[in-house]
């Protein structure tokens, strides 16, 4: 095992701290610059090919390559939406043969638990369109009030 003299272990720290700073300055200079907090977010648009790919929109495109963007994704969703009807059929095809191996009384209560979380799931949305509504409502009051 190799000693360090005191000398060596100070320069050695001293250019670890000098090398941490102009990281973290780096890191500083390369930050975009953040969207104002009551800006209204883009609503998306439901065709995936007149979007960007995760996180390309955080990147400054020009107006020319987010065109040339949209064009490639237009050209591949046919054979991506394709590609995963051929994936859900055979996830359904294996999920098939899989209850094929259980015995009635497994199968039964297979369907138990899948009936119990298609409920919590309804009664999730239920909730939750209960409190959007909820909260729209009281977001009129106060422009009411506001008048």
């Given at each position: 095992?190799r000693?360090?003299?005191r ?9 670890a ?9 780096v ?16 609503k ?9 790919p ?5 990147i400054?495109?020009s107006?020319?390559?987010?065109e ?52 919590k ?5 239920k ?7 909820s909260?729209e ?11």
């Open positions: 095992m000693v360090f003299s000398s060596s272990a100070a320069a050695l720290s001293s250019a701290v000098v090398l941490m700073g102009a990281l973290s300055l890191a500083q200079e390369a930050a975009a610059p953040k969207p104002a907090e009551n800006a209204p977010k883009a998306r648009s439901g065709d995936a090919s007149r979007r960007v995760d996180y390309f929109g955080d400054g495109l107006a020319e390559q987010k040339s963007i949209y064009k490639i994704r237009e050209k591949h969703q046919s054979k991506i939406a394709d590609l995963l009807k051929q994936v859900a059929a055979a996830r359904k095809d294996e999920l098939a043969e899989c209850e094929t191996v259980l015995s009635d009384t497994q199968k039964q209560f297979l369907e138990q638990r899948r009936r119990a979380a298609a409920e799931k309804a009664a999730a949305k909730k939750s369109a209960e409190e959007k509504a909260s409502k009281k977001e009129e009051t106060k422009t009411d009030a506001a008048k």
